[in-house]
């Protein structure tokens, strides 16, 4: 049987769900979600059927279903998964189930064409081992989302052993409390590159990863200690099966300082031929973190890379490019693989913005663009933020006939510049069009809710 890989993400990966725009009127945000159902006493399949297909019939795109309360069963987990008119029903957001609940919703024919499963915060013990195998027979299902919730060393296991025919990514934190005699276990698996994890670590929870050479089975890593997380993953001898790497140099509120991040965390990932295989790479310092950033210098050497020719997406978030960094960005050819791009925290002027969307190398390639203004480096005296000036430059014109979403957030743009974006021919082409400030709480779920409990 053939196998295609398996990935298993740990704490702080996200997976992000972006219901598709209706065939008329501006495309939506991010923030757009889907129908929240609360199962009650009073609990009516048709009037959820019916919210759904309102939804639904304002876009294109397949429905996004959250199920909260205390009636949700087994049988009714199996009524609504069995309605046709929830068979399109693509992301499903539900709370913690037990093995009995978990195992009718994998069953087959239930919720046919569902791709994301939610379940964050749960803890899954050794009984949901067995349920879970029906993920076997759910090749559709791509993304089992566990958020901050646990799973035990036998569930881990079990979810190994899955034979599929389609990817499954598994997002679940849990990792660092498991003993390390645990993770040992797991590091003895042969490794095999249909099954992989992707983990959020600290320097000493990568190290333990070395140790027990569990690394060796990680395709995806962010390690939250800036420059010494890179040295360290430079350093280390199980990466062969990276393919993304994420560093950030914010250690959070639980912690009183922030490791620093220079452009030595580029230069260590640069010269690391372990690392070779690497086809993402995100660099993350928040402007708070008050951080130095990899600056032009870093991205030069990014650039420069063996792995640069591949890198399908890059992400620079608060990494103090500098005018002269973003014009090397938006002019350079050694990215030809590139399909998705994040800057934030930067300064665009109009000409950086007309290379990008229009006749620069990448204008062409990318199909998601997420750029903000404001931003630092030490050439900046004479740039510009992102602003109403240098929207004329996107409304005018956008060459970038594979872009399916675009977000401009934390750009200082009037309520005119916006609905000058949303009216521009080119939206047409758009499934996401998005002003939201990066990192703001503005960003509210808009659930159409059926019954008692609606979503805050």
């Known amino acids: 049987m053939i196998k295609t890989p398996i990935v298993f993400t740990f704490f702080s990966l996200v997976t992000i769900v972006t219901p598709a725009r209706g065939a008329e009127g501006p495309p939506p945000t991010s923030c757009d979600v889907g129908v929240a159902v609360d199962v009650g006493k009073k609990f009516d399949p048709k009037a959820v059927v019916a919210k759904v297909a309102a939804t639904a ?33 693509a992301t499903l957001d539900v709370p ?19 791709t994301t499963l939610r ?10 081992a067995g349920a879970l195998e029906g993920l076997d027979a759910r090749g559709e ?12 060393p036998a569930v881990l296991k079990t979810l190994l052993g899955l034979e599929r025919h389609a990817p499954l990514t598994v997002i679940v934190s849990g990792l660092h409390a498991l003993p390390t005699a645990a993770l040992a276990e797991l590091g003895k698996i042969a ?43 430079a350093r280390a001898t199980n990466t062969g099966a990276l393919k993304r790497i994420e560093i950030d140099a914010c250690a959070g509120e639980d912690d009183d300082s922030d490791p ?23 660099f993350d310092a928040a402007p708070v973190c008050e951080q130095p950033g990899i600056g032009r210098s870093g991205l030069a050497d990014i650039l420069s890379a063996p792995f640069a020719p591949r890198l399908q997406t890059l992400e620079l978030a608060g990494q103090a490019l500098g005018r002269k ?17 994040l800057v934030r925290s930067e300064r665009f002027g109009a000409d950086d913005v007309r290379a990008l969307v229009q006749t620069g190398p990448l204008a062409g390639r990318l199909e998601e663009l997420s750029v903000s203004g404001s931003g630092g480096g030490d050439d900046d005296d004479d740039g510009t933020t992102l602003d109403d000036k240098t929207t004329a430059a996107l409304a005018g014109s956008l060459a970038m006939p594979k872009l399916r979403r675009l977000e401009l957030g934390g750009s200082w743009l009037s309520a005119a510049a916006k609905d000058q974006l949303r009216r521009a021919p080119w939206t047409s082409q758009l499934e996401v069009l998005d002003f939201t400030p990066p990192r703001s709480p503005l960003c509210a779920p808009r659930w159409h809710g059926v019954g008692d409990a609606v979503p805050d």
């Open 57 to 89: 019939s304002r876009r294109r795109g397949p429905p996004e279903l959250q199920l909260r309360g205390r009636g949700l069963v087994a049988a009714v987990i199996t009524t609504l998964g069995r309605d046709p008119g929830l068979a399109e029903v």
């Open 96 to 114: 913690c189930l037990v093995a009995p609940e978990l195992g009718a919703l994998l069953s087959p024919g239930v919720f046919p064409r569902l």
């Open 119 to 128: 379940m964050r915060g749960c803890r899954l013990d050794d009984r949901a």
């Open 141 to 152: 299902i791509a993304t089992l989302d566990l958020g901050r919730g646990k799973a035990t």
């Open 191 to 233: 490794p095999n590159p249909a099954v992989t994890f992707s983990v959020a670590v600290r320097c000493p929870d990568l190290a333990r990863l070395e140790k027990t050479a569990l690394l060796r089975h990680v395709s995806r890593i962010d390690v939250a200690c800036g420059d010494e997380g890179a040295k360290a993953l």
């Open 260 to 282: 620093e991040m220079t452009r030595e965390s580029a230069l260590a990932l640069v010269e690391a031929p372990a690392l070779a295989g690497v086809v993402e790479l995100a």
């Open 325 to 341: 960094g973003v014009a090397l960005l938006v002019s350079t050819e050694r990215l030809p693989a590139l399909r998705h791009l």
